[in-house]
C-alpha cells in the first residue's frame, strides 16, 4: 500500500490542475528540467505559483463558451516577450479575432498586457490544444491540451474513465532557446506528459507514469504537441480503438501503433486487461535520437499494485498500424461537391517547395512573410481583394458557402509535414500513401500529412465560415 500510495501522489504531483472555461492563463518565465537538463522556457499557468509544462489543461462542455484572459508576464530576453495563442481546432465562428495566430487575427501580447479570448465550442467536442502562434515560441514551451466533453458523447459506453489524468501529450523538447537554436534544430528529447530522458543525459530522470486499474476501460486522449517530428506511438501489450480524430468522431478502429504528427489529437480505448506490471509506453520520433534505450522515448503505463520501477515489457512486432485511409467518421454528411477531381467549385494546387537561396519555403513560387498589420486589421480598415492584402501573393480569396479543393503534393525538404488549416475541419478525399480518391466517407480533420514525393494529398471543404484563416505546416 506504501508503494502504491507513494506511485499515485507522485503522479498527481506531476500533473497540472485543469482550468475552466472562465480563467486566467498567466504566461511566464520559470526553469524547469523536463528531461533532467535545466533551462528557462516560456510556461502557462492559472498564476504566477502554477507553471508547467506542459500548460494546463483546459476542460469544458460542448457548446460552451470560453473566456480565457491570457496574461503575458514574460521576462526572459533570451526568448519571445510578446506572444499570441492559438485555440487549435476549435471553428471560431462569428470570432475569427479570437483565433489567435501574430499577423492574421491579431498583434502579439505586449508584456505587461493582457487580451481576453472568447468563442464557443459550438457544436464541437472532443480533443484539442493552445498554443503559442507568435513565431517559434512554443517550442520553449507554450503548450498544452484542451478536452471538450460530450454528455451525449456516442461512444460513452466503449469507456469506464475519461477525465484529465486520460490526457496524454506526446511532443519534442530542445536545450536551446528557439530564437537561437538555428533553423530547424534537432530535438534534444521526446516529452510525454512533460517528462522524458535525454540521450547521455541523468539515467534516472522520472518519466512520466499513467496509472490504471485492471479491468477498467480508459479512453485516452493522445495530443501532439510537437514542434517538428511525428512520432510512432505504442504501448506494449494493449491494443487501441480509435474513436476520434481532430475533434471528429470515427468509426471504433483497433490498431496497435499510430503515426501522430505535429497538431493532431487522437482518443482511443483502452482496457486494462493485462497482468499487473508496468508496461513502457512508447513514442519512437523520425527525427533526432530514436529507439528505447535506458527509457528514451518514453513513459510508463502501471497498473495499480504494480512496483514502482521501469518496465521490464517488450514490444512485440507491429501488426496493425493506423493507416488513415481507414479512418471514417461515425456520422458523415458526404463530401461535398462532385465526386471526381476538381469536382469543386474552386480548385488550387499548392506547390510547396524550399528556396535554398533564402533558406525559406515557397507556396506556388511566394515565400510568407509575416505583415506589419494582421490580415483581419487590413480587412477591417477596407481592404477586399487579394491584391490589397499583405502578404502579397500569399492571401488567396476565396468565394462565400463554396466548395473548395485543395491539392498539395508532398516531397518538399524535410518531408513529410502536416498541413493544418484554421476554422474549418476537412474531407481527406486523398490521403498520403494511397493514390485513391474517397468521396464518400473519408476522415474529417484539420491537420493532414502531406506525404512524400509521389503524393498528392487532396483536401476538401466548404467556405461557411467567414474570416482569415491561415493554412501552415508546423514543421
Known sequence: MAILLASILAQLAAIALAIGTNSDLYISNLDISPDGFSRSA?????????????????TGQKDDTFNINVVDALTDTTMLRTTSIHWHGF???????ADGPAGVTQCPIAPGNSFTYSFQAKNQAGTFWYHSHH????????????????PDDPHLSLYDVDNEDTVITVGDWYHTPA?????VPTPDATVINGKGRYSGGPAA???AVIVVNESRRYRFRLVSISCDPNFVFSIDGHTMTVIEAD??????????NIQIFAGQRYSFVLTADQPVANYWIRANPNVGTTGFTGGLNSAILRYVGALDEDPVSSQTPFSNPLVETSLHPLSSSGVPGLPEVGGAD?????????????????????????????????????AQTAQDLLPTGSVYVLPANSVIELSMPGGSTGSPHPMHLHGHTFHVVRSSGSDTYNYVD???????SIGQADDNVTIRFVTDNAGPWILHWFA
Do not use: H
Open 247 to 256: 475533434g471528429v468522431n470515427v468509426q471504433p478502429y483497433t490498431v496497435d
Open 442 to 448: 473519408p476522415v474529417e480533420r484539420d491537420v493532414v
Open 91 to 97: 471553428l471560431m465562428g462569428g470570432t475569427a479575432w
Open 346 to 382: 474552386v480548385n488550387l494546387n499548392l506547390d510547396i517547395l524550399f528556396d535554398f537561396a533564402s533558406l525559406k519555403f515557397t507556396v506556388n513560387d511566394v515565400i510568407y512573410e509575416e505583415p506589419s498589420v494582421p490580415v483581419l486589421l487590413q480587412i477591417l480598415s477596407g
Open 42 to 58: 516560456t510556461l502557462a499557468g492559472a498564476d504566477a505559483n502554477s507553471l508547467s509544462f506542459p500548460g494546463p489543461v483546459i
Open 179 to 183: 530564437p537561437s537554436a538555428g533553423l
Open 205 to 207: 530522470a522520472p518519466l
Open 135 to 150: 513565431l517559434s515560441q512554443y517550442c520553449d514551451g507554450l503548450r498544452g491540451a484542451i478536452v471538450v466533453y460530450d
